[in-house]
Each structure stands twice: as structure tokens, then as C-alpha cells.
């Protein structure tokens, strides 16, 4: 099945006129390679900076609740923003385990992935404080400009792997070329015609063993 697909691919390209050779099948080869990497890296990166972000806002939320029930026990009254007592949305959640006698903090995933920065404690009287806050926008335009950077870097990385792909398939399909022209010339009876000094070049590969194999083959011809 896959055979046959090929053999279709390549039937549809000769129909169509397209020729594609070997640098560009290398450019595309090495261009894809290259974006998946960068893709994959810039997921990688980004979750592990909003990560990084939402333990440190969850650390500052907990030392704000911690703050905002002494200074409740001081006074006998809530005097810190955004805080409450015994909110009804507080989530199920967090508060299930503020009731079983622990503070705790919560992140609420919000559309459009802000999220909601939650902290809660226990009071001696039995009730729940609790804060809430969203992601600061600081946080957010320092993601907004990570994922641009990233995103620069991934087309980036994507050019500069087709800039190589183009370089190293055009020096190898060069020498291809000069290898089967060569090898046109001694099939059609310039028997002093060597394909390896046709190539030229001191480049040790694939192409070069060919190269020398098709003289070997030249050599033993002639001597028969």
C-alpha cells in the first residue's frame, strides 16, 4: 500500500511537471525536522515558565491569607483586599481540604487561560477565610512575550534548517551530476574518462565510493 502510494505521489509530480531534487527533498526534510523540534521546545518552555509563574503566585497568595487571618485574629474584622469570609465561590475543591483543618491554595483554569489564583484558611470559629485573586498582568505580557520569542526563534530555526538543507543537497546533487555525466561519457566510449576525477573535490562519502567503483567497473571492462 505504501509502495503503491508513492509510486502515485511520484506519477501525479511527472504529470504535473514538478521535478524535485535532491536538495529540496533535503531542505524539506531538514525544515520539518526543525519545526517539530521547535514546536515541541516551545511547548516545552512555555509550560514550564506558566508553571514557574503559578507556583510563585500561589506562594504569594498563601503568605497574603496567612497575614490577612492574623491581622482578622488581631482586629476581629476582614481589612485585606480581596479577602472574605465563607465565600460562596470558593471552589469545592479547595474548600474540602480548608475544612479538614489545613490551608491550602487552589488555580482555577479561566477561558482564555487566565487563571484564578485561589487561598484559603480555617478560622477558630469554624468559618472559612479565603482570597482570591487572577493572574497579574504582568505575568501574562511576560508569557505573551515568551511565546513571541519562541515563536521568532521556531521560524528562525525553521530558515536557517532549509538555508543548510539547500547548501548541502546543492554540493551533493553537483556532484551527482558531474558523477552521471561522467558516466554517460564512458558508457559511450570515452574509456579514459574517470568519474571520480569528473567529481573532483577531496570530499570522502557516499558519492566518492560510487564514484570509484564505477572506474573499478570501467578498469576491469576495459581489460576483458
Known amino acids: 500500500m505504501r509502495g503503491h502510494f508513492r509510486r502515485l505521489v511520484a506519477t501525479g509530480l511527472e504529470r504535473a ?8 527533498k533535503l531542505s524539506a526534510a531538514i525544515a520539518l525536522v ?9 511547548l516545552v518552555v512555555h509550560n514550564a515558565a506558566r508553571v514557574s509563574m503559578l507556583d510563585n503566585a500561589r ?18 474584622r476582614v481589612n485585606f483586599p480581596n479577602t ?27 477561558p482564555g487561560d487566565v487563571p484564578d489564583i485561589w487561598a484559603a484558611v480555617p478560622l477558630k470559629n469554624g468559618h472559612v477565610m479565603s482570597q482570591h485573586s487572577g493572574f497579574t498582568d504582568r505575568s501574562s505580557d511576560i508569557l505573551q512575550d515568551l511565546d513571541q520569542a519562541l515563536f521568532i526563534g521556531s521560524i528562525a530555526v525553521v530558515l ?7 547548501l548541502i543537497g546543492g554540493h551533493l546533487s553537483r556532484r551527482l551530476r558531474k558523477a ?45
Not at 511537471?17 to 529540496?24: A, D, V
Not at 536557517?160 to 538543507?165: N, V
Open 17 to 24: 511537471g514538478i521535478r524535485t531534487g535532491l536538495r529540496w
Open 34 to 42: 526543525g519545526a517539530l523540534v521547535a514546536v515541541a521546545l516551545s
Open 59 to 76: 506562594d504569594l497568595a498563601d503568605e497574603r491569607i496567612m497575614i490577612a487571618q492574623r491581622n482578622f485574629e488581631l482586629s476581629g
Open 84 to 110: 472574605k469570609i465563607d465565600d460562596p465561590d470558593l471552589p469545592e475543591a479547595l474548600r474540602e481540604r480548608v475544612e479538614a483543618g489545613r490551608r491550602a491554595t487552589y488555580v482555577a483554569d479561566r
Open 160 to 166: 536557517g534548517g532549509s538555508a543548510l538543507g539547500v
Open 180 to 224: 552521471a555525466v561522467a558516466a554517460g561519457q564512458l558508457a559511450g566510449g570515452e574509456t579514459d574518462v574517470r568519474v571520480r576525477d569528473a567529481m573532483g573535490g577531496v570530499v570522502r562519502d557516499e558519492t566518492d565510493d560510487l564514484a570509484s567503483a564505477v572506474d573499478a567497473m570501467a578498469d576491469a571492462l576495459r581489460q576483458r
